[in-house]
Protein backbone atom coordinates (compact mmCIF):
# COMPACT_ATOMS: atom_id res chain seq x y z
CA UNK A 1 0.00 0.00 0.00
CA UNK A 2 1.41 3.22 -0.74
CA UNK A 3 1.49 5.99 1.69
CA UNK A 4 -0.15 9.41 1.09
CA UNK A 5 0.82 11.60 3.32
CA UNK A 6 3.41 12.34 5.87
CA UNK A 7 0.50 12.80 9.09
CA UNK A 8 1.33 9.12 10.55
CA UNK A 9 5.29 9.64 10.85
CA UNK A 10 4.84 12.83 12.17
CA UNK A 11 2.54 11.26 14.94
CA UNK A 12 4.76 8.10 15.43
CA UNK A 13 8.18 11.06 15.81
CA UNK A 14 9.11 11.81 19.27
CA UNK A 15 9.18 15.32 18.66
CA UNK A 16 5.46 15.89 17.64
CA UNK A 17 4.37 13.09 20.04
CA UNK A 18 1.31 14.15 21.51
CA UNK A 19 0.31 17.35 19.26
CA UNK A 20 -3.67 17.72 18.38
CA UNK A 21 -4.55 16.00 14.64
CA UNK A 22 -5.72 19.46 13.37
CA UNK A 23 -2.17 20.70 14.00
CA UNK A 24 -0.31 17.55 12.56
CA UNK A 25 -2.74 17.94 9.85
CA UNK A 26 -1.44 21.80 9.59
CA UNK A 27 2.15 21.10 9.41
CA UNK A 28 1.95 17.36 7.33
CA UNK A 29 1.51 20.33 4.46
CA UNK A 30 4.84 22.15 4.86
CA UNK A 31 6.39 18.56 5.22
CA UNK A 32 8.41 15.85 2.43
CA UNK A 33 10.68 12.97 3.15
CA UNK A 34 14.10 13.41 2.31
CA UNK A 35 17.33 11.18 2.20
CA UNK A 36 20.85 12.16 2.63
CA UNK A 37 24.11 9.88 1.23
CA UNK A 38 26.39 9.68 4.04
CA UNK A 39 28.79 12.63 3.48
CA UNK A 40 26.32 14.74 1.95
CA UNK A 41 25.77 18.09 3.08
CA UNK A 42 22.63 18.88 4.39
CA UNK A 43 22.91 22.57 4.78
CA UNK A 44 26.10 24.96 5.47
CA UNK A 45 27.00 28.02 7.53
CA UNK A 46 25.45 31.29 5.67
CA UNK A 47 22.97 30.02 3.99
CA UNK A 48 19.08 30.83 4.26
CA UNK A 49 17.65 28.74 7.17
CA UNK A 50 14.50 27.54 5.48
CA UNK A 51 13.67 24.48 6.64
CA UNK A 52 14.68 22.07 9.28
CA UNK A 53 14.43 18.43 9.72
CA UNK A 54 13.23 15.69 11.81
CA UNK A 55 15.42 12.53 11.75
CA UNK A 56 13.88 9.09 11.64
CA UNK A 57 17.19 7.36 10.81
CA UNK A 58 20.70 8.20 10.43
CA UNK A 59 22.85 10.33 11.68
CA UNK A 60 24.43 14.19 11.29
CA UNK A 61 27.28 16.03 11.97
CA UNK A 62 26.88 19.56 12.96
CA UNK A 63 30.19 21.16 12.20
CA UNK A 64 32.44 24.46 12.06
CA UNK A 65 35.45 25.38 11.05
CA UNK A 66 37.96 26.03 13.78
CA UNK A 67 41.10 28.23 12.32
CA UNK A 68 44.23 26.00 12.83
CA UNK A 69 41.66 22.95 13.69
CA UNK A 70 40.08 22.89 10.57
CA UNK A 71 36.50 21.26 10.36
CA UNK A 72 35.37 20.26 13.98
CA UNK A 73 31.99 18.24 14.83
CA UNK A 74 30.57 19.69 18.04
CA UNK A 75 27.20 17.74 18.14
CA UNK A 76 25.59 14.99 16.04
CA UNK A 77 21.58 14.51 15.79
CA UNK A 78 20.35 10.91 15.47
CA UNK A 79 16.43 9.36 14.99
CA UNK A 80 14.13 10.75 16.92
CA UNK A 81 15.77 14.64 17.31
CA UNK A 82 15.49 17.52 15.22
CA UNK A 83 17.70 19.34 13.52
CA UNK A 84 18.03 23.15 12.91
CA UNK A 85 15.93 25.88 14.51
CA UNK A 86 17.67 29.14 12.21
CA UNK A 87 13.98 29.09 10.32
CA UNK A 88 12.56 30.80 13.59
CA UNK A 89 14.33 34.08 13.77
CA UNK A 90 16.06 36.37 11.70
CA UNK A 91 17.95 36.47 9.82
CA UNK A 92 16.88 33.03 9.06
CA UNK A 93 20.69 32.23 7.95
CA UNK A 94 22.24 28.61 9.18
CA UNK A 95 25.18 29.13 12.43
CA UNK A 96 26.65 25.66 11.46
CA UNK A 97 27.31 23.70 8.61
CA UNK A 98 25.25 20.06 8.91
CA UNK A 99 26.24 17.24 6.95
CA UNK A 100 24.92 13.62 6.89
CA UNK A 101 27.28 11.38 8.58
CA UNK A 102 25.63 8.31 7.58
CA UNK A 103 22.67 7.63 4.97
CA UNK A 104 20.18 9.40 6.84
CA UNK A 105 16.37 9.61 6.17
CA UNK A 106 14.60 12.67 7.49
CA UNK A 107 11.35 14.66 7.31
CA UNK A 108 12.17 18.07 5.89
CA UNK A 109 9.93 21.27 6.96
CA UNK A 110 9.33 24.10 4.48
CA UNK A 111 10.28 26.89 7.19
CA UNK A 112 8.59 29.48 5.55
CA UNK A 113 5.25 27.38 5.00
CA UNK A 114 5.47 26.26 8.75
CA UNK A 115 5.83 30.12 9.83
CA UNK A 116 3.08 31.64 7.47
CA UNK A 117 1.15 28.84 9.81
CA UNK A 118 2.22 30.13 12.78
CA UNK A 119 1.14 32.96 12.03
CA UNK A 120 -2.29 32.57 10.87
CA UNK A 121 -2.86 29.85 13.89
CA UNK A 122 -1.16 31.05 17.32
CA UNK A 123 -2.31 28.02 18.61
CA UNK A 124 -0.25 26.12 16.38
CA UNK A 125 2.43 28.68 16.46
CA UNK A 126 2.57 28.30 20.45
CA UNK A 127 2.63 23.78 20.04
CA UNK A 128 5.71 25.18 18.06
CA UNK A 129 7.81 27.43 19.75
CA UNK A 130 7.43 25.42 22.77
CA UNK A 131 8.58 21.89 21.58
CA UNK A 132 11.97 23.87 19.95
CA UNK A 133 11.78 25.80 23.24
CA UNK A 134 12.44 22.71 25.07
CA UNK A 135 15.30 21.28 22.55
CA UNK A 136 16.56 24.62 22.43
CA UNK A 137 17.09 24.50 26.31
CA UNK A 138 18.27 20.69 25.99
CA UNK A 139 21.19 21.83 23.82
CA UNK A 140 21.61 25.11 25.94
CA UNK A 141 22.43 22.69 29.16
CA UNK A 142 24.13 20.13 27.01
CA UNK A 143 26.37 22.64 25.57
CA UNK A 144 27.47 24.56 28.80
CA UNK A 145 28.47 20.90 30.42
CA UNK A 146 30.81 20.50 27.36
CA UNK A 147 32.01 23.99 27.92
CA UNK A 148 32.81 22.32 31.49
CA UNK A 149 35.75 20.28 30.01
CA UNK A 150 34.37 17.83 32.68
CA UNK A 151 36.29 15.11 31.56
CA UNK A 152 39.79 16.85 31.75
CA UNK A 153 42.36 16.69 34.43
CA UNK A 154 40.76 18.82 37.04
CA UNK A 155 37.72 16.70 36.87
CA UNK B 1 39.27 -1.81 66.53
CA UNK B 2 36.62 -4.47 66.39
CA UNK B 3 33.52 -3.07 65.20
CA UNK B 4 35.94 -1.44 62.50
CA UNK B 5 37.56 -4.61 61.72
CA UNK B 6 33.72 -6.31 61.35
CA UNK B 7 32.04 -3.17 59.28
CA UNK B 8 35.24 -3.40 56.97
CA UNK B 9 34.84 -7.35 56.48
CA UNK B 10 30.43 -6.95 55.61
CA UNK B 11 31.55 -5.20 52.65
CA UNK B 12 34.27 -6.60 51.12
CA UNK B 13 34.17 -9.62 49.14
CA UNK B 14 37.80 -11.20 50.19
CA UNK B 15 39.66 -11.26 53.17
CA UNK B 16 41.74 -8.89 54.88
CA UNK B 17 44.27 -9.80 57.03
CA UNK B 18 45.69 -6.30 58.46
CA UNK B 19 43.98 -3.66 56.17
CA UNK B 20 46.86 -1.62 57.05
CA UNK B 21 49.59 -3.54 55.91
CA UNK B 22 51.09 -3.73 52.09
CA UNK B 23 51.03 -6.67 50.38
CA UNK B 24 53.84 -6.93 47.41
CA UNK B 25 52.85 -7.19 44.30
CA UNK B 26 54.90 -7.15 40.76
CA UNK B 27 54.27 -5.31 38.00
CA UNK B 28 53.31 -7.52 34.69
CA UNK B 29 52.63 -4.58 32.68
CA UNK B 30 52.21 -1.13 32.26
CA UNK B 31 50.02 -0.22 29.51
CA UNK B 32 49.43 3.35 27.88
CA UNK B 33 45.69 3.60 27.96
CA UNK B 34 45.74 7.38 26.09
CA UNK B 35 48.06 10.33 26.75
CA UNK B 36 47.04 10.72 30.27
CA UNK B 37 45.91 7.42 31.77
CA UNK B 38 47.65 4.06 31.96
CA UNK B 39 47.11 0.76 33.19
CA UNK B 40 49.52 -1.22 35.70
CA UNK B 41 49.00 -5.08 35.44
CA UNK B 42 49.82 -7.13 38.73
CA UNK B 43 50.51 -9.92 40.20
CA UNK B 44 50.96 -11.00 44.26
CA UNK B 45 54.32 -11.70 45.25
CA UNK B 46 53.56 -14.72 46.91
CA UNK B 47 51.29 -17.10 44.64
CA UNK B 48 49.47 -18.83 46.95
CA UNK B 49 48.10 -14.89 48.29
CA UNK B 50 44.29 -15.39 47.92
CA UNK B 51 42.87 -12.37 46.72
CA UNK B 52 39.05 -11.85 45.73
CA UNK B 53 36.90 -8.65 45.02
CA UNK B 54 33.86 -7.14 44.12
CA UNK B 55 32.95 -4.73 40.79
CA UNK B 56 33.32 -1.39 41.78
CA UNK B 57 36.01 -1.90 45.55
CA UNK B 58 39.33 -0.32 45.21
CA UNK B 59 42.74 -1.10 46.38
CA UNK B 60 45.39 1.20 48.19
CA UNK B 61 48.52 1.64 45.99
CA UNK B 62 51.90 2.38 47.66
CA UNK B 63 54.85 3.50 45.60
CA UNK B 64 57.54 3.11 47.79
CA UNK B 65 58.83 6.47 49.16
CA UNK B 66 56.54 8.46 47.33
CA UNK B 67 53.13 7.55 48.54
CA UNK B 68 49.70 5.69 48.53
CA UNK B 69 46.62 6.24 46.32
CA UNK B 70 43.15 4.80 46.01
CA UNK B 71 42.88 3.20 42.69
CA UNK B 72 39.77 1.24 41.80
CA UNK B 73 40.19 -2.19 40.58
CA UNK B 74 39.59 -2.38 36.85
CA UNK B 75 40.22 -5.62 35.90
CA UNK B 76 37.86 -9.38 35.81
CA UNK B 77 36.78 -9.87 39.35
CA UNK B 78 36.67 -13.17 37.53
CA UNK B 79 40.65 -13.59 36.99
CA UNK B 80 42.27 -12.98 39.84
CA UNK B 81 44.75 -12.80 41.21
CA UNK B 82 45.66 -10.55 38.23
CA UNK B 83 44.73 -7.41 39.32
CA UNK B 84 44.36 -4.37 37.00
CA UNK B 85 43.92 -0.67 37.92
CA UNK B 86 43.51 2.35 35.53
CA UNK B 87 44.62 5.51 36.64
CA UNK B 88 45.99 9.36 35.35
CA UNK B 89 48.64 11.26 35.83
CA UNK B 90 47.04 13.64 37.81
CA UNK B 91 49.66 13.82 41.47
CA UNK B 92 53.07 13.17 42.76
CA UNK B 93 51.78 9.34 43.52
CA UNK B 94 50.84 8.51 39.97
CA UNK B 95 53.50 10.36 38.25
CA UNK B 96 55.78 7.74 39.87
CA UNK B 97 53.72 5.35 39.20
CA UNK B 98 53.79 5.68 35.69
CA UNK B 99 57.43 5.11 36.23
CA UNK B 100 57.55 2.10 37.10
CA UNK B 101 58.83 -0.93 35.20
CA UNK B 102 57.66 -4.45 34.53
CA UNK B 103 59.45 -6.05 37.42
CA UNK B 104 59.35 -3.59 40.01
CA UNK B 105 57.40 -4.40 43.25
CA UNK B 106 54.48 -2.19 44.80
CA UNK B 107 52.52 -2.56 47.84
CA UNK B 108 48.84 -3.14 48.03
CA UNK B 109 45.90 -3.01 50.81
CA UNK B 110 42.71 -3.93 49.85
CA UNK B 111 39.92 -4.47 49.08
CA UNK B 112 37.95 -1.79 50.35
CA UNK B 113 34.75 -0.25 49.96
CA UNK B 114 31.30 -1.29 48.56
CA UNK B 115 30.66 -2.75 45.35
CA UNK B 116 28.15 -2.21 42.41
CA UNK B 117 25.09 -4.21 43.17
CA UNK B 118 25.27 -6.94 40.06
CA UNK B 119 23.24 -9.32 41.49
CA UNK B 120 20.36 -7.26 42.16
CA UNK B 121 20.37 -6.69 38.15
CA UNK B 122 19.14 -9.92 37.89
CA UNK B 123 16.24 -10.01 35.57
CA UNK B 124 16.49 -6.23 35.22
CA UNK B 125 17.63 -4.08 31.80
CA UNK B 126 21.19 -2.60 33.12
CA UNK B 127 22.11 0.80 32.23
CA UNK B 128 25.85 1.72 32.55
CA UNK B 129 27.12 5.19 32.32
CA UNK B 130 30.54 6.25 32.42
CA UNK B 131 32.68 9.37 31.82
CA UNK B 132 35.85 9.38 31.27
CA UNK B 133 38.11 7.46 33.39
CA UNK B 134 34.86 6.56 35.32
CA UNK B 135 34.73 3.61 32.98
CA UNK B 136 37.43 1.76 34.68
CA UNK B 137 35.40 0.88 38.30
CA UNK B 138 32.94 -0.03 35.74
CA UNK B 139 34.45 -2.67 33.86
CA UNK B 140 34.84 -5.01 36.35
CA UNK B 141 30.77 -5.21 36.48
CA UNK B 142 30.47 -5.27 32.66
CA UNK B 143 32.82 -8.16 33.03
CA UNK B 144 30.86 -9.76 35.76
CA UNK B 145 27.44 -8.72 33.71
CA UNK B 146 28.88 -10.29 30.40
CA UNK B 147 29.68 -13.51 32.23
CA UNK B 148 26.37 -14.18 33.90
CA UNK B 149 24.55 -12.63 30.03
CA UNK B 150 21.60 -14.61 30.36
CA UNK B 151 20.57 -13.75 33.92
CA UNK B 152 20.06 -9.63 32.77
CA UNK B 153 17.86 -8.26 29.95
CA UNK B 154 19.25 -5.71 28.41
CA UNK B 155 22.88 -4.18 28.81
CA UNK B 156 23.35 -0.89 27.76
CA UNK B 157 26.57 0.88 28.39
CA UNK B 158 26.56 4.93 27.42
CA UNK B 159 29.92 6.23 27.54
CA UNK B 160 31.15 9.69 26.94
CA UNK B 161 34.74 11.18 26.68
CA UNK B 162 36.30 13.99 25.72
CA UNK B 163 37.45 13.39 22.35
CA UNK B 164 37.76 9.91 20.17
CA UNK B 165 41.58 9.90 21.63
CA UNK B 166 40.92 9.42 25.31
CA UNK B 167 38.24 6.76 25.19
CA UNK B 168 39.59 4.08 27.19
CA UNK B 169 39.83 0.27 26.10
CA UNK B 170 38.84 0.84 22.67
CA UNK B 171 39.47 -2.81 21.50
CA UNK B 172 37.63 -4.52 24.25
CA UNK B 173 34.55 -2.01 23.42
CA UNK B 174 35.22 -3.06 19.79
CA UNK B 175 35.12 -6.79 20.85
CA UNK B 176 31.85 -6.55 23.21
CA UNK B 177 30.33 -4.30 20.39
CA UNK B 178 30.53 -7.25 18.24
CA UNK B 179 29.03 -9.51 20.82
CA UNK B 180 25.80 -8.04 19.64
CA UNK B 181 24.28 -8.65 23.67
CA UNK B 182 25.81 -5.53 24.74
CA UNK B 183 24.23 -2.21 23.52
CA UNK B 184 27.49 0.22 23.86
CA UNK B 185 27.01 3.98 22.59
CA UNK B 186 29.89 6.08 22.56
CA UNK B 187 29.84 9.79 22.35
CA UNK B 188 32.35 12.78 22.83
CA UNK B 189 32.71 16.22 23.39
CA UNK B 190 34.74 17.38 20.24
CA UNK B 191 35.64 15.53 17.82
CA UNK B 192 37.46 16.22 14.19
CA UNK B 193 35.29 15.91 10.89
CA UNK B 194 36.92 12.30 10.31
CA UNK B 195 35.43 10.67 13.47
CA UNK B 196 31.45 8.91 12.91
CA UNK B 197 30.52 8.26 15.94
CA UNK B 198 28.23 10.65 18.16
CA UNK B 199 29.59 14.19 19.63
CA UNK B 200 27.81 15.94 22.78
CA UNK B 201 27.69 15.21 26.35
CA UNK B 202 26.92 11.63 27.26
CA UNK B 203 23.29 12.66 29.69
CA UNK B 204 21.88 13.57 26.07
CA UNK B 205 21.73 9.67 25.40
CA UNK B 206 19.84 8.81 28.12
CA UNK B 207 16.61 9.72 26.51
CA UNK B 208 17.09 7.57 23.47
CA UNK B 209 18.37 4.55 24.73
CA UNK B 210 17.11 1.36 24.52
CA UNK B 211 15.60 0.37 28.04
CA UNK B 212 12.63 -0.09 30.17
CA UNK B 213 12.49 2.41 33.45
CA UNK B 214 10.32 0.81 35.10
CA UNK B 215 12.72 -2.17 35.08
CA UNK B 216 16.14 -0.77 34.88
CA UNK B 217 18.87 -0.42 37.09
CA UNK B 218 21.62 2.01 36.37
CA UNK B 219 25.11 2.32 37.40
CA UNK B 220 26.98 5.73 36.96
CA UNK B 221 30.99 6.68 37.46
CA UNK B 222 32.60 9.89 36.04
CA UNK B 223 32.78 13.74 37.16
CA UNK B 224 30.41 14.63 39.59
CA UNK B 225 28.67 16.93 37.69
CA UNK B 226 28.14 14.56 35.02
CA UNK B 227 26.59 12.31 37.56
CA UNK B 228 24.46 14.86 38.61
CA UNK B 229 22.74 15.61 34.99
CA UNK B 230 22.63 11.86 34.45
CA UNK B 231 20.93 11.55 38.15
CA UNK B 232 18.18 13.88 36.13
CA UNK B 233 17.93 12.56 33.18
CA UNK B 234 17.31 8.82 34.49
CA UNK B 235 14.56 10.45 36.88
CA UNK B 236 13.09 12.00 33.88
CA UNK B 237 12.85 8.65 32.18
CA UNK B 238 11.36 7.33 34.77
CA UNK B 239 14.08 5.37 36.18
CA UNK B 240 13.24 4.61 40.00
CA UNK B 241 15.87 6.35 42.34
CA UNK B 242 16.59 3.67 44.26
CA UNK B 243 17.68 1.74 41.61
CA UNK B 244 20.71 4.31 40.44
CA UNK B 245 24.15 4.02 41.45
CA UNK B 246 26.91 6.06 41.40
CA UNK B 247 30.58 6.26 42.53
CA UNK B 248 31.97 8.79 44.81
CA UNK B 249 35.36 10.00 44.95
CA UNK B 250 36.54 11.48 47.77
CA UNK B 251 40.75 11.86 49.26
CA UNK B 252 40.57 8.27 50.41
CA UNK B 253 43.75 7.75 52.41
CA UNK B 254 43.33 5.11 55.29
CA UNK B 255 40.50 2.83 53.23
CA UNK B 256 39.15 1.72 56.65
CA UNK B 257 37.37 4.43 57.81
CA UNK B 258 39.98 5.43 60.46
CA UNK B 259 41.65 8.96 59.10
CA UNK B 260 38.12 10.77 57.81
CA UNK B 261 39.76 12.22 54.72
CA UNK B 262 36.84 11.07 52.53
CA UNK B 263 33.92 11.97 54.93
CA UNK B 264 31.15 12.47 52.55
CA UNK B 265 28.70 14.10 54.97
CA UNK B 266 27.37 11.60 57.27
CA UNK B 267 29.48 8.85 55.53
CA UNK B 268 33.08 8.03 54.38
CA UNK B 269 34.01 6.99 50.83
CA UNK B 270 36.19 4.52 51.52
CA UNK B 271 33.80 2.34 54.22
CA UNK B 272 30.50 3.29 53.31
CA UNK B 273 31.16 4.39 49.27
CA UNK B 274 32.58 4.53 46.88
CA UNK B 275 29.28 2.92 45.58
CA UNK B 276 26.01 4.62 46.81
CA UNK B 277 22.28 4.00 45.93
CA UNK B 278 21.16 7.24 45.25
CA UNK B 279 18.67 7.95 48.15
CA UNK B 280 21.52 7.21 50.71
CA UNK B 281 23.45 10.40 49.10
CA UNK B 282 20.90 12.49 46.95
CA UNK B 283 20.76 15.08 49.76
CA UNK B 284 24.25 16.03 49.44
CA UNK B 285 25.14 15.13 45.84
CA UNK B 286 26.17 18.39 44.45
CA UNK B 287 26.82 20.55 47.17
CA UNK B 288 30.01 22.64 47.17
CA UNK B 289 30.81 22.87 50.95
CA UNK B 290 30.83 18.98 50.72
Known sequence: ?155 | MAPMLEQTEAVTAGPVPDPMLPVPYRIQRVKQETGDTFTLEILPEDPSQGFTFAPGQFNMLYVFGVGEVPISISSDPGNVPLLKHTTRVVGTVTKAMRQLKRGEVMGIRGPFGSHWPVEEATGRDVVIVAGGIGLAPLRPALYRLMAERSKFRRIVLLYGTRTPEDMLYRHELERWRGKFDLEIQVTVDRAASTWRGNVGVVTTMIGRAPFDPSNTLAMLCGPEIMMRFTVMELLKRGVAAECVYLSAERNMKCGIGFCGHCQYGPTFVCKDGPVFALPSIAAILGKSEI
Open chain 1, 1 to 155: MIQTTLEPILREHPFFQGMEEQHIRLIAGCSKNVRFAAGEVIFREGDPADHFYLIREGLVSVQFVIPHDGLTTVQTVGGGEVLGWSWLFPPYRWHFDARAQQATHALAFDGKCLRAKCDEDHDLGYDIYKRFMQVVTERLEATRLQLLDMYGTHA
